[in-house]
């Protein structure tokens, strides 16, 4: 398996625009998370859907973030309209189940909002 | 709510010497606990987890930690350090009575292994 992927690994834009990151996870796995590394805030939990459905959206910054998962396969984050402050790392991970599995991580985003 | 600390932005060790990073937790619950390792642009990486049993777990490239109830404790350990061990080590805790899969991470720890 190739892992958890995820594109673009770099995304340079102006503020205002939208932004639109993917992720494929681990065929199987059940469970997938988006998180977001700042220097300032480490790494924080800002969705994850179970069987494609959002179960935690409680991390989501405010509503120019919105994130979908139309099939096993695949999960974006968007943001519209990006902002400097929304520069950051963003990973997406899975897991076969919940609570006692471990995560695997994608590569990252490596987003930045001129 | 569940949380975790770890104290030390930035450990430094000389090759050979054995290595501490530090995690403390705070749960309502049973705690479940993971250690991560993310090196230069790369996603975090499973290094090993704490769920039930004895305390001290063993984990990958050679690394073990030790879940202490009593301190909320969960510091990784490893007996001779590598100059390859240098990277970012993230703990991170479940909390097993909050009845969601959130894992919360710490800020994380640089640690640096000097030749």
């Known amino acids: 398996d190739a892992g958890v992927i995820q594109s673009p690994r770099h995304e340079v834009t102006e503020m205002g625009q939208e932004v639109t990151l993917r992720c494929k996870p681990i065929?199987?796995?059940?469970?997938l998370f988006w998180y977001r590394q700042t220097m300032m805030r480490g790494l924080e939990l800002l969705i994850y859907?179970?069987?494609?459905?959002?179960?935690?959206d409680s991390g989501m910054p405010e509503d120019r973030f919105s994130a979908k998962m139309p099939n096993a396969s695949f999960s974006t984050l968007k943001i519209q309209p990006s902002e400097p402050r929304d520069s950051a790392v963003y990973f997406c991970?899975?897991?076969?189940?919940?609570?006692?599995?471990?995560?695997?991580f994608g590569s990252g985003t490596q987003l930045s909002v001129l | 709510a569940q949380s975790v600390a770890q104290p030390e932005d930035q450990v430094n060790v000389a090759e050979g010497n054995p290595l501490t990073v530090k995690c403390t937790y705070s749960?309502?619950?049973?705690?479940?606990l993971f250690w991560y390792v993310q090196y230069p642009n790369r996603g975090l990486q499973f290094l090993l987890k704490?769920?039930?049993?004895?305390?001290l777990v063993k984990g990958s490239y050679g690394f073990e930690a030790e879940f202490n109830k009593s301190q909320t404790s969960f510091h990784l350990k490893k007996p001779s350090a590598l100059v390859s061990d240098s990277a970012l080590y993230f703990c991170?805790?479940?909390?097993?009575?909050?009845?969601?899969?959130?894992?919360?991470f710490g800020t994380g720890t640089r640690l640096t292994i000097i030749p």
């Open positions: 065929s199987g796995h059940d469970y």
């Open positions: 991170a805790v479940r909390d097993l009575n909050f009845g969601n899969e959130k894992l919360t």
């Open positions: 859907f179970n069987n494609n459905v959002p179960i935690d």
């Open positions: 749960v309502s619950g049973n705690p479940y």
């Open positions: 704490y769920i039930t049993g004895d305390n």
């Open positions: 991970a899975s897991s076969p189940t919940g609570y006692n599995e471990k995560l695997f």
